[in-house]
C-alpha cells in the first residue's frame, strides 16, 4: 500500500484540490520533479505546464498557469499558483482559439504588441490544451 499525505492546491480565488494524495508529478522551472511520502523538505517556483497527481489508483490531472509554488514537508505539499484548472475545466476548443489568437499577435510586426503578455497567453493556453492532451 502507498503511503498518503495531504496535498493542497490552492489559488486565490479557491481550493482546487484539498485531500490526501500518493504522489505529485509537477514541471518547476529547472526541470519536472516527483513527490512521493516522506519526500525531503523542498520549496519550488512552478513553471507554466501539466501538473498531475495520484490517489490511490485515480490521476488527476490540471494546468498550472501564472506565478506558482510548490512546497514540501514530509507528510505534505502545499501548491500555490496564480492560476489552475483540473482537466475536465478546460474547454479545449477556447484553448485552441486563444492559442491561435497568441500566435498570430506574435506573428505580427507590430511595434504595439505586448510581447511578454502575448507569450504569457500562447504558454498558458499550450499548457490547458497539453493537461487535456495528457487525460485522453
Do not use: W
Amino acid at each position: 500500500m502507498s503511503e498518503e499525505f495531504k496535498l493542497e492546491i490552492v489559488t486565490p480565488e479557491r481550493v482546487i484540490f484539498s485531500d490526501n494524495a500518493t504522489s505529485v508529478l509537477a514541471t518547476s522551472i529547472v526541470g519536472r520533479l516527483e513527490v512521493l511520502y516522506d519526500h525531503r523538505p523542498l520549496i519550488a517556483k512552478l513553471d507554466m505546464a501539466p501538473l498531475c497527481f495520484k490517489q490511490k489508483e485515480q490521476t488527476n490531472h490540471l494546468a498550472v498557469s501564472g506565478a506558482g509554488y510548490l512546497e514540501v514537508s514530509p507528510e505534505r505539499v502545499v501548491i500555490l499558483c496564480d492560476r489552475a484548472e483540473l482537466a475536465e475545466e478546460i474547454d479545449k476548443k477556447r484553448a485552441e482559439e486563444a492559442k491561435k489568437r497568441a500566435e498570430e499577435r506574435l506573428n505580427r510586426a507590430d511595434d504595439k504588441i505586448d510581447e511578454a503578455r502575448a507569450n504569457a497567453a500562447l504558454n498558458r493556453a499550450m499548457a490547458r490544451l497539453k493537461t487535456v492532451e495528457d487525460t485522453s
